[in-house]
């Protein structure tokens, strides 16, 4: 995809509605920067009714963008509308970045990645965890499960407030290995599970957070959290305040980012401290 000749300037985008808050430019400029490229990478606000055509456009090679994000409201519509989304993404339902290779346009979804990424960074070994639990069940816990599936973990809690949600993500992924459950099976499911991941927003809308015992994991249990503003949640501060190994959500930020930056300008950048602190003074 990258062209090698001098002149050959490739240019990427987020495309979402509303966009402007997204941090994506933010991330793959610095890259740009950093690797010395001259390109770019720029936000496009797409509404709902004017999708198509932007796609369109995309694919008959004269947008000038070799691929880009996509993001709210798009995610799930973007899957029809690509040439090929890859086995990932169509599980999924939803793909996060596109890019155009030899005139198709192609989708895959990078949220699990970033999400396996971070916590390899982190908390290297965090996947022979044999049981985890999921807290939550919206679009963001279907990636979570996927990732921590693929890498291996033989059972996954999904705990829902709603539990008829948990209910349909484990009939998803089929039930054997990801397990529906009520809040009020948490105390005794903490018990065995060395991988807690929250994936709502519980504590940031004002309700209070209930009190979890997650001294009742096993040592060098890990608590982890997609939400990354703050970069404490009250969930990563309870387990913090508990003693427990705790990993903060921006990281998958970070990584989710790095293989759409690959894929439209060929070179791998870096997910590193710089750049963790660049997003930080951002917030
Ligand atoms: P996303 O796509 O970001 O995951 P979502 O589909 O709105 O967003 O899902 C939000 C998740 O956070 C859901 O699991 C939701 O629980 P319900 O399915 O019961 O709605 C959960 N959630 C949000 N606020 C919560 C709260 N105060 N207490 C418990 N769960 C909460």
Redo the contacts with the bound molecule.
Sequence with gaps: MHDSRETFVNHAFVAGYPVRHSRSPLIHSHWLKTLGLDGSYTTREVTPAIFSDFIALLKSGQSGFVGGNVTIPHKETVIAHVDEADALSREMGAANTVWLEEGRLKATNTDGLGFAANLDERAPGWNNAETAIVL??????RAVIQAVRDRGVRTIHVV???LP?ARELSDRFGRTRVIAHA?DALPELLTDASLFIN????GM?G?AVPDFDFTRMPDNAVVTDIVYVPLVTPILAQAGAQGRRIVDGLGMLLHQAAPGFEKWFGQKPLVDETLRALVIADM
């Design positions: 939550g069940a919206g679009g963001a816990s829902n407030r709603t949600r809040m994936t709502t927003s519980l809308d309700t």
